[in-house]
């Protein structure tokens, strides 16, 4: 069955510092991939997403992420993390070909910046 | 281009009693999928609607839940006789007619429904 996995339950990172996010799929082809953000008590916001091509994807926020096919993983990264990133991180995936299909997510990381 | 709207975005019912959760898609989409969040959970898949027809139910509950998407209005999920474990934020996607590509779905705000 397809699955998401996302090891990091929470992560603490220091105002300023780096971040990378894991997130891990479990399927037999290339998936479309999101990494979404959702703030306490809010809805969820995209970051970014992968359907093909360069496996490097830019998103919003100063937030990348890079597809590596052979890992299998999608994980998401920020060179230097503002203390308004504090939220709940959740890589989602698509497992369908066809044009609209749900979504599986990942459990979630729950990211904590201190200064 | 207003977003997902969802109402309410709290709601409190007692074991028994019947939940509605509204969802109005962004304008100009036509699909719509139903989500569940449990507390400390990611979100789980419940349902995919179009207009008037249901495409994909493999997530819902096979009872007390149901959900439509009628022709004029927003979508409705309903929950009969409620127990305290449906306690969860649903959340409301939407997303577009499929041009062949994977179109992004949108997320509403949610409802946070809390049985008593």
């Known amino acids: 069955a397809q699955s998401v996995t996302q090891p990091d339950i929470h992560i603490t990172v220091s105002e300023g510092a780096s971040l990378e996010l894991r997130c891990n799929y479990s399927?037999?082809?290339?998936?479309?991939l999101f990494w979404y953000v959702q703030s306490p008590g809010q809805g969820l916001q995209l970051l970014l997403k992968y359907f093909s091509g360069d496996t490097l994807v830019q998103g919003i926020k100063g937030f990348e992420a890079e597809f590596k096919r052979s890992q299998s993983s999608f994980n998401l990264r920020k060179p230097s993390v503002h203390w308004s990133d504090a939220a709940e991180y959740f890589c989602a995936v698509g497992f369908s070909f066809s044009g609209n299909t749900p979504l599986v997510f990942g459990k979630g990381t729950r990211l904590s910046v201190i200064a | 281009n207003a977003g997902v709207m969802q109402n309410p975005r709290h709601l409190v019912r007692r074991r028994g009693q019947e939940a509605r959760l509204r969802c109005s898609p962004m304008k100009g989409h036509s699909h719509v999928y139903w989500y569940r969040q449990l507390p400390e959970e990611g979100l789980k898949f419940m349902v995919y609607l179009q207009k008037e027809n249901i495409i994909d139910e493999s997530g819902m509950p096979k009872e007390r839940f149901s959900a439509e998407f009628p022709k004029e209005g927003p979508s409705i999920l309903r929950i009969q006789q409620v127990v305290r474990g449906d306690s969860a934020a649903y959340f409301c996607?939407?997303?577009?007619?499929?041009?062949?590509?994977?179109?992004?779905?949108?997320f509403g705000p949610g409802t946070r429904l809390t049985v008593l």
């Open positions: 399927y037999g082809a290339t998936p479309y």
């Open positions: 996607a939407s997303s577009p007619l499929s041009s062949g590509s994977l179109n992004e779905q949108f």
